[in-house]
């Protein structure tokens, strides 16, 4: 079976709702060597009030990734600086979802003047960027609800230019 092809596009408002439920399924299925079950719990809340969600996505600048027209990832871009976002689903986990939306960010990113982009990586996603050149700079604990979620702030040098 031959694999389809990957096409990125902007957001459009009317992806809230299935990234709402893609950014559940990526934290259930995908975090739980790293997050027992209330630390996912709380992590996927930040959901629950999808019309605040969808303003978070639309205030960044956001791709989703399709593969035969249907969302299999996304990722928000904050201030041309800060990866806020990077979520895959969990059936397209492993097959270049995440590398081709984080090239995508990184190139628009460079592009537009940033010389730095950062992301605060959860404990999942941590060796996903190290092998993408990010290095660690702090530990965080970050409390949500009635616990606390443990990530990493991490930077990459982008390359020469103008800009941040």
Not at 36 to 65: C, I, K, M, N, P
Not at 120 to 125: K, V
Not at 136 to 151: E, I, S
Request: charge should be negative; proline fraction near 3%; hydrophobic fraction near 45%.
């Amino acid at each position: 079976m031959t694999a389809t092809k990957l096409s990125l596009r902007p957001y459009l408002p009317a992806d809230a709702p299935v990234l709402a439920a893609l950014f559940r399924a990526s934290i259930a299925d995908l975090t739980g060597e790293d997050y027992d079950e209330e630390q996912q719990e709380a992590w996927s809340a930040a959901v629950d009030d999808e019309d605040a969600f969808a303003a978070r996505l639309a205030g960044a600048l956001t791709l989703v990734a399709l593969r035969d027209g249907a969302q299999v990832g996304f990722v928000s871009l904050k201030d041309n600086a800060h990866i806020d976002l990077l979520y895959v689903a969990p059936d397209a986990a492993g097959t270049g979802v995440a590398r081709a939306l984080c090239d995508a960010a990184e190139t628009l990113a460079k592009g537009r003047g940033t010389l730095k982009l950062t992301v605060d990586a959860s404990d999942t996603a941590l060796g996903f960027f190290q092998h993408r050149g990010y290095e660690a700079h702090r530990r965080n604990m970050v409390p949500l609800a009635d616990t606390w979620l443990g990530n990493t702030s991490m930077a990459k040098t982008l390359g020469e230019g103008t800009g941040r």
